[in-house]
């Protein structure tokens, strides 16, 4: 087997070291009825060129989003990433280390760390962020356990412009928590009351911007209010690159703000490995889940990069940790931190520009066409639509025709009424070919 | 010797002692490097964008007016940046990286070719499933090859690594406690005291009140213990087989039927399953719920620190409380079903992350398993018990063991009784390590035995490359018995970076880069 450097000879002669007899003298603790005398019943080991075809058949088997005109979002998004991003990532170095626990012989993750914890707090407008978590979902979980920690109370008022699976992922980790969580309604067109629900039993009040539906969010009244309650206010993203061109969360009075990185320096993945953002005041840094580097000083007092407060962690604190998270996403967080170095604040600025322009484009263009109705009044790249009929079929027709269309509400929140709408995301990758075709399609797929 | 341009060719006379500092603090291929916020520029950029055609903004009163403050570089620039950040790293790629319990094996590049194809990486998660019939192939593909190595009846892909396994886990026990009635009497969950940290931090964050467990004299939990520590009140058992202390745990059979006989329930921290593929499987030894760490037995890689992947087999008795997303083959198609009625088994408990699990993982996983075969991957593991013996025997007689010279798993553990009275700790045993180029072992872990050194060589190694590290190990003890301090107390001697400084990190915690301040001349001085 091409991956074991062992011989047989090696084998037979170690054993002999050790004093076994054979190696399942080594497997003596396991129970004689219960150590297998078969092989497990699966295939043998395949040559790397069998290996390929085999994956390579089921990977022709989708339909790959570069390859079609594309505007589906929800949560994840498709951009371009630069090819010096995923060499950097492949570099043995950051490819095959682990998580930096011997700080002296791993400076290269904890500065990257520092840098993406630094791009992260300015990006969302934030004193301090930590060095990720799994995804933005898990992410926004954890920042209502930490509300509920801060403000020992504990009951989460979460928005009905959350993604609903971002929603879900709350009300799980809370119900199974003991804690409280009211779900406002759907709301497509974002008039929701939140201030009403913000009284002084209130841990936090979680509100994505853009949210689900695409409406950009101010959120400075609700900041308010919270505040004025003794609440604090979780800010959620799912498209980092908004943040490029929309007011940070950290400057209209977010507490925390928790968000999908995906967006930046990673691919679509159908769904993983992703990379969440989260970021607080420093007043709070104590509270919050995962881990942190720090700056500190060597020997020879030069500085030098660690793992820092490892006292909130779970290998120390243990069932008092701050949260049970050990990996994370740190090779996300590389691909998240060195895109953002290459677009640096001017690129950021126009690449958000661009997917707006992009979305402005596509939903003019959707407007006209009969049988459409946009309904957002503000957006960034992605926004919702009313069609004639139902959304689900209407965008397995076009995927017939090599069109994804985009994402029908009703995948989200399945027979929650939401059948005629459908969520339309549109970034730099599309070209005018790509919107003159959806365009033509829906057309004339409404005409009928 | 000169050569026929005049070039002296000899290495010089004699190489006296040098210790000059450079002019630019480099070291030859050692090199410094500033932070991105220290090099790089706001207006610079490494992408060539051009900005859109004028447009009406639709973005109301929302523009951003907050500075960014993100610098950028060229692409030279990057390139340089992280290639020099990354020189300062030590890589399973470039040597032995015996770090217990992480499972630092190789990793194939033909698996990071594979996540790559267009047909993988480039698709998103709420494509219609009509588009995804391949991805969804492989993930049942994937399925049956655990289920089939675990003997489990369902697994659950959605976990993002080990603790959410754990937590995934846990949740499908409380669901199913919930349903038989029980959700608010049990709420006991007993965890050894060896156990690694997430379990009793996973355990306490839904609510679970931890009841620690001793371990024995011989590192490994009896059955008797167990039985004295079931109630009516407990809901599980979380135990990790093999254990931290890198031992089977003998008495697992017995120690699963005591707690489903007191109606508990059995979860297994499977992040050691690497020793036991193809030998023996954790569902035929009585547990209901365990998490495979993917980055760890099936090699998909560590990255830094992430990203992993736990995936959850379940027993019969714990196959309905699954979370949702639900696998359904539906016919010649695969269906993604979220909503708990559609299911079948209506007990779907809710969900732990947006969309449906770390398929670039899953893509090196199943890569890994097929180019084992079910016979590579019982090697594999044979192997890597076989290496962590070899390790055990070679410094038996120069370092201490705790339990004694009995055979390990695919780890060897040793404490620093032997240190006692040295002036060396574990500590300065391992950063010495780094000085003669290896990463340490895990240290200090687990909690139940002193100073714990936990070397795990892995199957990746060649005996060569195991014998060496051996003979390095023993020249170090022999230097800690001849008293040669200097070579712990200040090692690392020739890492990027001397030994750093953890407390001052922690007492004024620096989390970020920010600018300088200014320079003001004090006037009044003058
Ligand atoms: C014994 C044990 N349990 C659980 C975990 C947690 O796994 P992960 O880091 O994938 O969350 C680890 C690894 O760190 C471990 O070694």
Redesign the pocket.
Known sequence: MRYLPLTPEDRTSMLRRIGAPDIDALFADVPADKLLQELPDLPRRKSELEVERTLSRMAARNVAAGSVPFFVGAGAYRHHVPASVDHLIQRSEFLTSYTPYQPEIAQGTLQMLFEFQTQVANLTGMEVANSSMYDGSTGCAEAVLMAHRITRRKKAVLSGGLHPHYAEVVRTLSRMAGDDVMTMAPDVLAGEDMLACIDKTVSCVVVQTPDVFGNLRDLNALAAKCHENGALLIAVFTEAVSLGLIEPPGAMGADIVVGEGQSIGNALNFGGPYVGLFATRQKYVRQMPGRLAGQTLDANFERGFVLTLSTREQHIRREKATS????NSGLCALAFSIHMTLLGESGLRTLARVNHANAVKLADMLARVPGVEVLNETFFNEFTIRVKGDAGQLVERLAAQGILAGVPVSRLLPRAGFDDLLLIASTETNTDEDRAALVAALSSQLAH | MLNNQGRPTGAGESAPAYNRKTFTGNRALQTREALIFEIGRPEVSGIDIDEPEAFTPRLGALARKTPLDLPGLSEPETMRHYVRLSQKNYAIDAGLYPLG??TMKHNPRLNEKLARLPGFADVHPLQPTSTVQGALELIEVLSGWLMELTGAHAVAMSPK??????LCGMMAIKAALAARGEGSTRKVVLVPDS??G??PATAALIGFEVRAIPAREDGTVSAQAVREACGPDVAAIML?NPN?CGLFEPEVVEIAAAIHEAGGYFYC?G??FNAIVGKVRPVDLGVDAM?I?L??TFSTPHGGG?P?A?PVVLSEALAPFAPAPFLRRMGADLEILTLVEETGDGAAFGRLTAFHGQMGMFVRALSYMMSHGSDGLRQASEDAVLNANYVRVGLGDVMSAPFGDRPCMHEALFDDNWLKGTGVTTLDFAKAMIDEGYHPMTMYFPLVVSGAMLIEPTESESRASVDLFIMTLRDLTFSVRRGELERFSGAPYYAPRRRLDETRAARQPILRWTPPAPIIEDEAAE
């Open positions: 049970n998270i050990c990996t | 319990s992480c690594a080990g603790a959410h396994g754990e156990a690694h997430t379990n990790t931290t921290d992040a050691n998490h760490n980055h760890k992430g992993g736990g």
